[in-house]
């Protein structure tokens, strides 16, 4: 069975570091999501991307971050200069249509900024 | 954001349905009603989702009432497996906003 892959599990990266986390969706799938969950809270929408470009973010999704569909199969997250509190688990979504599909969550990277 | 409640924790003896609700009441015409959940140390997985008629698939059904202000997800037999946190969403757009969820409990 397809699914989304996260790469890589874990980050551990200093203060002001940039980061950039990646995500492989399943294959011939159309919108692309990040989200994120700090450690015991809710999963917090950031950002869905269709056609190249943004569709949707969320109002954490400051011009500290960005996302990227480089080639056609890699989805990547980059923030620029990291935060103690952008520690949390990312997870990266895809779906195949939409905006009302399922959407398929990759198993997330855990990111922890010292 | 927070368009649906639900109980903050529910539980179930295991090999029973279980009914998990949630209110919607601003809810539009247009809105389809989600459910994911997000099993220990998982990201979240899609369960089911629906307009207005109910709606069954191999992992559950959901029920959604006539005035579409609220909508049942049902698990019909539930199993340890099933202990997770379910989420009731109402995608806005392409945003998908999920709120704290009930924590469903199983016991064996």
């Known amino acids: 069975e397809p699914e989304v892959t996260q790469t890589p599990s874990h980050q551990v990266t200093q203060m002001g570091q940039e980061v950039i986390l990646r995500c492989v969706p399943i294959?011939?799938?159309?919108?692309f999501y990040w989200y994120r969950q700090i450690l015991g809270q809710k999963v917090e929408f950031l950002v869905s991307?269709?056609?190249?470009?943004?569709?949707?973010k969320s109002e954490i999704f400051d011009d500290q971050f960005s996302v990227e569909r480089p080639d056609g199969s890699n989805f990547t997250l980059k923030i620029r200069s990291t935060k103690l509190e952008d520690s949390a688990m990312y997870f990266c979504?895809?779906?195949?249509?939409?905006?009302?599909?399922?959407?398929?969550f990759g198993p997330g990277t855990r990111l922890t900024v010292t | 954001d927070a368009k649906t409640t639900q109980p903050n924790s529910m539980e179930s003896n295991e090999e029973e349905p279980v009914h998990l609700p949630c209110n919607h009441s601003t809810i539009s015409g247009t809105d389809y009603i989600h459910w994911y959940r997000q099993l220990p140390s998982q990201g979240p997985e899609y369960v089911i989702h629906g307009l207005t008629s109910n709606v069954n698939n191999r992992m559950a059904s959901l029920a959604i009432a006539e005035d579409r202000k609220s909508s049942t997800l049902i698990l019909h037999r539930a199993t340890l497996r099933d202990a997770a946190v379910y989420y009731c969403?109402?995608?806005?757009?392409?945003?998908?906003?999920f709120g704290t969820g009930t924590s469903l409990t199983v016991i064996p």
């Open positions: 979504a895809s779906m195949a249509t939409g905006p009302l599909g399922e959407q398929y």
């Open positions: 969403i109402l995608p806005t757009g392409n945003q998908f906003y």
């Open positions: 294959s011939n799938h159309l919108y």
């Open positions: 991307f269709y056609n190249n470009e943004i569709s949707e």
